[in-house]
């Protein structure tokens, strides 16, 4: 390995970083992380410390995962590449769609599409759910629906449906016809309420509006996280959803449940609809269902949907998508192994149990510091601190102190996120009681580092 100066010097010479500009990356050397072991990552320095971020909301597993790594280095001897466009498979993703149709049997989804990643997930089900109307011919429904704040990754369909302008001013105009609605975000919203009851109510009945407005007819799909994430973890009240649903339903609109976070146990539950009670007609998932070492995702795909699909006589149901990488023998191994340690370690009820511990600790943290604002999560292993200059006005917190509580934070023992106002906490779902503990614990030291 090159020695750490090399390293830092060149990260941004020649490589782009996501989110994020090249000027800020060639100012601001990155940490390097060269190792993983269990819940813990060590940089080019020798610094080791607890992920409280799960890489990117995805190794909830954990880092050392021997059965997933074995899974795929097998499979890369046996077989390391086959396609899956017409007229040939493999039979890892033979076997991989079974074990998902029985996984989420319980949200009544039967098929699976492959993909890889989760903004790969998300454009299929947004084309899918087009050609599903098409095929009923009912071919006006185009639009789609969402929520502000959501988060749907950054293809040109996902930017559309996103509800952040960070992903969308720069690359604006993007898809006609994609309207957005109030999220059930009780800190802020347009609506001044602070209830989640009454906040979810006044959100459903926006929705009912905007579709009378543009006409159910026009419309295609409503898309929403079961718990908005990336958008600052914003768990909805337990009505949302199934109203949600409800609204759907009776105007013949598909409900696509983006569960690229939320799918394989984060909120305490198998999945986010799971976790409310609900059943779409599509899922997308990606992140966790290789804990994040290949490359993979599947848009689960309930049966009256797939029904019309597989009944059709029109020739309409010609699937004109797909990737190079859809049911990638050496993705679907890793899945494979990915779902039975998921299972075999009952990861729901360790997220559930350490994220109420989580919680606890956060609302401690806010009763300390002023500049947290608001406290969300509640629901398994996703949260979220929103931080503020001032708690009566609600002001954004300034760049400058968020970035130095996310320095401090890592010196004394955590790896954060800062995304906007917010911090943000995914860790592995395996982490142990006395791994939060040292997440607050160095929480506790960033905050009265960087605001003392
Ligand atoms: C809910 C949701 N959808 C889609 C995506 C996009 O996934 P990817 O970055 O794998 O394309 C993400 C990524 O964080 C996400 O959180």
Known sequence: MKDSNFLKEMNARSLWHPMTSPGDSLANPPTIITGGQGVRITDVDGHEVVDGVGGLWNVNLGYSCQPVKDAI??????????STFRGTSNDAVIQLAEELRSFFEPDGLSRAFFTSGGSDSVETALRLSRQYHKIRGEAARTKFLSLKK????????????????????????LLAGCSHL?????YRNPFDESDPAKLAQLCLAALEDEIAFQGAGTIAAFIMEPILGAGGVIPPHESFMPGVREICTRNGILLIADEVITAFGRTGSWTGSRHWGVKPDMSCTAKAITNGFF???AVMIADGVAEVFERDETGRAVIGHGYTYSGHPVGAAAALACLTETKRLDVVTNAAARGAQMHRGLLALQGKYP?????????????ALELVSDRASKAPVDKRTAAAIQQHTYHAGAMIRISGPNI???PPLVLTAVDVDSILEALDVGLAAATG
């Open 182 to 186: 109030p999220a059930p975000y009780t």
């Open 295 to 297: 490359p993979f995702g």
């Open 424 to 426: 943000i906490l995914s």
């Open 371 to 383: 500049l947290i604002g608001d406290v969300r999560g509640g629901h398994g292993l996703m949260h």
């Open 73 to 82: 280095a097998a499979q890369l001897d046996q077989l390391p590449y086959y």
């Open 150 to 173: 959501g988060y749907h990754g950054t293809h040109m369909g996902g930017a559309s449906v996103n509800g952040n302008a960070n992903f969308r001013t720069m690359y604006e105009p």
